[in-house]
């Protein structure tokens, strides 16, 4: 088999806990940070990681483990060839300048997995790295980073990895993939760090469904300002949630989304996750550029290519840019 160096790029809640676990399980994934500050703390303390904290999963114990983490601001990053960059960023992180970068760094043989909420980063990756091998990931891990070298695991959850759809047609295509070798390489390290992984060959579904979770348990929870466990709380909330869910839905399904019981999903999401920010609070609360381009805004233009319109999904997404600056 070719040979394969993870790297994981993003010092987020996501990122720490992907390099933390793999380094803690004997896999060594190199860290690129933002920041160089973020490194050298990394460099100097390890990545302490707390297993079962935020009580979402009662069988773990709350448990902290350090691991010995290799950190580099990502402008000093180097990759050598056979690296698969375990990309666990924001949408909003991946700016054309963080498209060229990435080029002008990556060895011709490379794979990305990215991890993105939302749909819309395949595009950017394709359009910026037109020879690079794209895996998707979709996963239910909930993470909350609680400094530059810790992350809380708030709730235990699942990773898929497949083939990188590309929405802007319907059906969806796929981008180029990584090898099955590489697959699964990056499968097994995973599973050696401790996660629950699994092979999906429809990865449009997957992310479909998560795309309806986030684009009503995101945006709701940040306009409200509450926990995820929250919205479910009044039936004003719950009448909300399924307004822009059966809209969401219905455009979703044009583009692959198979009939299942996706609102018992999503109600099963908020208790799992109930006492988590979700990911958009927490940008609003920190002052950062949110999602909703690449999650409502996304479903807008999804209704567009069908010649419909997402009047809820629109609306949304106009108030949550009118709190931030997203
Ligand atoms: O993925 C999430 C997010 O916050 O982005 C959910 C599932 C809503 C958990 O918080």
Redo the contacts with the bound molecule.
Sequence with gaps: MRETKIAVAGGGSLGLLLAGKLNAAGCPAELWTRTEDQARIIERDGITVIDGAGGADATTVNAAMTAAVKAVPLEKAAAPSGTAVLLAMKQTALTPSFVARLKHMLPEEHAIVAFC?GIGHFDKLQAGLPSAELAAAVT?E?ARRSGPAEVAHTGKGQIWLGQAPLFAAIPPTYAKSPDHDRMQYIESRLIQAGFTVSMSNNMTERMLRKLL??AV??PLTALLRIR?GELTSTPERLSLMRQLYDETAGILREYGLKDGSHWDELLH?CAR?AS?H???LQDILAGRKTEIDAINGAVVSLAANLGRQAPWNDKITRMVKSISDG
């Design positions: 909420n239910t909930a979770i986030n348990i995101n995820n999401v996750t988590n979700s990911s958009m």
